[in-house]
């Protein structure tokens, strides 16, 4: 008997159970298969969805802190972060690696200077410097990566005028209008306080000194980033 009449043969004298059995098995494995994909794709949806969220969270982060994107690792990078409060700064600042610098703070020609040290890699973090009236004095806080303190002048005359006319004051703060880049050997002002001449004409005390910080581009409130020089 040729060989495909015996496996017809054999398929005949099957019982009937055989054949409903493993049509249940495939029916199974079929209703299984479909059962994997639309868990999958659930998970895929719910992937996405965290994805989304995680995006929004990132983005909103990112309007927080500000978007820092190193254009050159060589490079000092600073960028203002909005604080929404005045007198209140803050930056995140990005400094090439075996960066070494001093933050030098000037208060009307009062200088007073820290270093926070040096690392061989490169260091990236969140500066804040806050400017507080006290009676007739102008306290300045100050904190940079490891470092920071606190410095000020007494003096009312000034003091009244960042109380009374904030507006007036010119304020320069790096990084105000989007990232700024700095070779390693340039100085880095984080911020400076300037008084506009009519202001500085009706001064009583301080006039002359002001006056020649002004000029020399210091201020009369500053904080820089100086590169350490041996």
Not at 14 to 39: C, D, H, K
Not at 201 to 208: A, M, R, V
Request: contains cysteine; aromatic residues 10%.
């Amino acid at each position: 008997m040729p060989t495909t009449s015996i496996l017809k043969y054999f398929r005949q004298q099957r019982p009937a159970r055989y054949f409903t059995m493993n049509s249940f098995l495939q029916r199974f494995f079929e209703g299984l298969w479909v059962f994997a994909i639309i868990v999958g794709l659930i998970l895929a949806w719910r992937s996405g969805q965290a994805r989304a969220s995680l995006l929004r969270e990132i983005t909103r982060i990112e309007n927080r802190i500000g978007k820092l994107a190193i254009v050159d690792p060589t490079l000092v990078h600073v960028v203002a972060i909005e604080t929404g409060k005045p007198f209140d700064y803050s930056w995140r600042v990005y400094l090439p690696p075996n960066y070494r610098f001093n933050l030098v703070t000037n208060t009307l020609g009062s200088k007073n200077s820290s270093s926070p040290g040096t690392s061989k890699k490169m260091r990236e973090f969140i500066a804040h410097v806050v400017v507080r009236f006290v009676d007739e004095k102008i306290e300045c806080y100050s904190r940079l990566d490891h470092g920071g303190g606190l410095c000020g002048t007494t003096n009312l005359e000034l003091a009244n005028i960042f109380r009374e006319r904030p507006e007036e004051i010119q304020i320069h703060q790096a990084g105000n209008n989007g990232v700024e880049t700095f070779q390693e050997d340039q100085e880095v002002v984080l911020l400076r306080f300037s008084l506009p001449k009519k202001i500085l004409d009706s001064l009583d005390e301080k006039k002359y000194t002001v006056r020649r910080l002004q000029a020399n581009q210091e201020g009369i409130l500053s904080f820089k980033i100086v590169p350490f020089k041996p």
